[in-house]
């Protein structure tokens, strides 16, 4: 197991954003994370990237207890992620925020070895005629894929993507798709990831896991998921609620 | 010269400070000198608040506090201690690298203008300790006794050792600021300043980059202190922690370009020159730090990336050269 997430649970003063979240994640894999708006999915990345501390439970990565450790740390460990809400480090290239990411995640290379793995991440996500660029100058899909650079720069374990196809167009999306399925198997990367573009999450997920109101409340293949009653009213409200209305 | 390109910012940064230096040292004039000692001085202190400013974006409304805790340190053992000026001037720097680092470890959890309070209430009480610390002189300071200049070859001659010591002291922190702005280091203050939680979670260890980062911001400014006191042969507390020349230090930066290696060079410079036309204006005289106020509002509603960094924007062709 790369990732064990035991009993997780973070509260908000009197907002339980996130209670007892149990889940193991095999290496390899790519488990999606899905769930309505305000489920608490960002709060669960936040907890497992040491940007939150959890309030309850335990995270073990790679067999090390590393509940509430410090985010830096985690980068060093193995763990990178993505932002849903871009933070390009404006004033800088595209390939210095690529450097960025080289220069201080596990491998911890200096400038010049972190310079050609820039550009051979850049080149793989496609920026790579944008490198000299000042990273606030690109576009939402740019930025996203410049997250995305930033952290397999790392040469990460695991990868934490947080809604990487949320604003971008469909060929866009057909695009990052690709991307997503090249990182596990050309870079051996497991990967969680956090969607709303659902046929694009149950094509690239084998396992799938959903939030709602802070609560785990499924977890399986995305067959198994689909099919859920609890996951229906999660996300269409009551079932039989709705079928009653549409009949009159 | 593909080495002359790589290092063409160094080039031009050194070059612009050689022609500053030279100036006096060809005239002879003591005036000259004077002026350019000023300059130098500011150059040296807009470079070293650089280093947090600039690269790292953390405003410091206090650095002045370091100035005069060297110089207080400093002015101490050459006084009281007989100890040489090389001695007292690693002593400044040694105490306020060691404050930098204790105050770094305390306030720089805080962010943004919680941080800038933080550093002129520092500032503030590090004036009140010094005001009421006997062995430190109170408020009435200290004063070196004339004997000491003989030792450096009377105090004539201690003038002109005074400014090319300072001199080297410039050098120095432009070097070091120029090795900061292309290190690994550097990058990660650079990542800080775009974004700090950003940063820590591709793994910068922010708390401890910073904590170096204001260290280093913090020891040039406190060897410049004692430099400063035993040119002056006397020190209080009072000119020592003058909170207006923290702000002066920012104008410096902010107009010649923050985040820049050349930018205080040019922001020191061209302040300096300003407030020189200024004091000797009859209008303005009374008047010039208001004008200092005012020209750290334009800078930062107009031209918030200063000269230097408003030149790379709009020439590319300079990138290389200016940085």
């Known amino acids: 197991m790369i990732l064990q997430v035991e009993g997780v649970g973070k509260r908000f003063g009197g907002l339980q954003a996130l209670s007892?979240?149990?889940?193991?994640?095999?290496?390899?894999?790519?488990?999606?994370l899905i769930g309505p708006n305000g489920a608490g999915k960002t709060t669960l990345f936040n907890c497992i990237s040491g940007v939150y501390e959890p309030t309850d439970g335990r995270v073990t990565f790679r067999g090390e207890d590393v509940t509430g450790s410090k985010p830096y740390l985690m980068a060093r460990r193995g763990m990178a992620r993505t932002h849903q809400i871009v933070r390009p480090l404006n004033e800088l290239s595209v390939r210095e925020n690529v450097i960025v990411g080289a220069c201080f995640g596990r491998e911890?290379?200096?400038?010049?070895?972190?310079?050609?793995?820039?550009?051979?991440?850049?080149?793989?996500?496609?920026?790579?005629?944008?490198?000299?660029?000042?990273?606030?100058?690109?576009?939402?899909?740019?930025?996203?894929r410049l997250e995305m650079a930033r952290a397999l720069a790392a040469r990460p374990y695991l990868l934490l993507l947080d809604e990487v196809l949320a604003g971008l167009n469909p060929s866009e999306i057909v695009m990052m798709v690709e991307i997503v399925k090249r990182i596990r198997t050309e870079r051996n990367v497991?990967?969680?990831?956090?969607?709303?573009?659902?046929?694009?999450v149950m094509n690239v997920s084998d396992r799938l896991l959903v939030l709602d109101y802070g609560r785990q409340i499924a977890e399986g293949t995305p067959e198994e998921v689909a099919n859920n009653e609890k996951v229906i009213e999660a996300y269409l409200g009551d079932p039989k609620l709705a079928e009653r209305l549409m009949t009159g | 010269m593909s080495t002359v390109r790589k290092y063409l910012g160094l080039i031009v940064t050194i070059g612009v400070l050689l022609m500053l230096v030279a100036w006096p040292a060809i005239t002879g004039k003591d005036i000259t000198r004077e002026t350019t000692f000023t300059i130098l001085l500011s150059v040296a202190l807009a470079s070293s608040l650089n280093i947090l400013l600039g690269y790292t974006g953390y405003v410091s409304f206090g650095h002045v506090v370091f100035f005069g805790l060297g110089g207080y340190v400093g002015f101490y053992l050459m006084s009281?201690?007989?100890?040489?000026?090389?001695i007292s001037m690693l002593a400044g720097g040694v105490s306020a690298g060691v404050l930098a680092f204790l105050l770094g470890k305390a306030i720089l959890?805080?962010?943004?203008?919680?941080?800038?309070?933080a550093t002129i209430g520092i500032n503030e009480a590090m004036r009140a300790f010094i005001n009421n610390f006997e062995p430190f002189g109170g408020p009435t300071g200290m004063t070196l006794n004339f004997s000491v200049y003989r030792d450096y070859g009377g105090a004539g001659q201690a003038l002109w050792l005074s400014y090319y010591v300072l001199a080297a002291l410039t050098f120095i922190v432009l070097i070091v600021s120029y090795l900061v702005r292309t290190s690994k280091f550097g990058l990660g203050l650079l990542a800080i300043r775009e974004d700090e939680d950003a940063a820590e979670v591709m793994g910068v260890n922010a708390p401890n980059v910073k904590t170096w980062a204001y260290v280093l911001s913090a020891i040039i400014p406190g060897m410049l202190g004692v430099l400063f006191f035993f040119k002056n042969g006397s020190i209080e507390p009072a000119p020592a922690f003058r909170l207006h020349f923290s702000i002066e230090m920012i104008v410096m930066v902010m107009l010649g370009g923050q985040g820049t290696v050349l930018g205080p060079i040019l922001g020191a410079y061209g302040y300096q020159s300003l407030r020189g036309f200024l004091l000797t204006s009859p209008i303005f005289k009374d008047i010039q730090l208001a004008v200092a106020?005012?020209?750290?509002?334009?800078?930062?509603?107009?031209?918030?990336?200063?000269?230097?960094?408003?030149?790379?924007?709009?020439?590319?062709?300079?990138?290389?050269?200016?940085?």
């Open chain 1, 20 to 32: 007892d979240v149990t889940f193991d994640l095999p290496e390899g894999q790519i488990l999606g």
């Open chain 1, 108 to 144: 911890n290379h200096r400038l010049p070895a972190a310079g050609d793995i820039a550009d051979e991440v850049l080149e793989f996500v496609r920026l790579a005629d944008r490198s000299d660029q000042l990273a606030g100058s690109l576009n939402v899909g740019q930025k996203k």
């Open chain 1, 190 to 200: 497991t990967i969680i990831m956090i969607e709303h573009v659902m046929h694009a």
């Open chain 2, 80 to 86: 009281a201690q007989g100890m040489s000026l090389w």
């Open chain 2, 109 to 117: 959890r805080l962010r943004g203008g919680y941080f800038a309070l």
């Open chain 2, 293 to 323: 106020g005012v020209l750290l509002l334009v800078i930062v509603l107009f031209v918030p990336a200063g000269v230097v960094g408003w030149l790379r924007q709009r020439v590319p062709v300079l990138r290389r050269a200016l940085q």
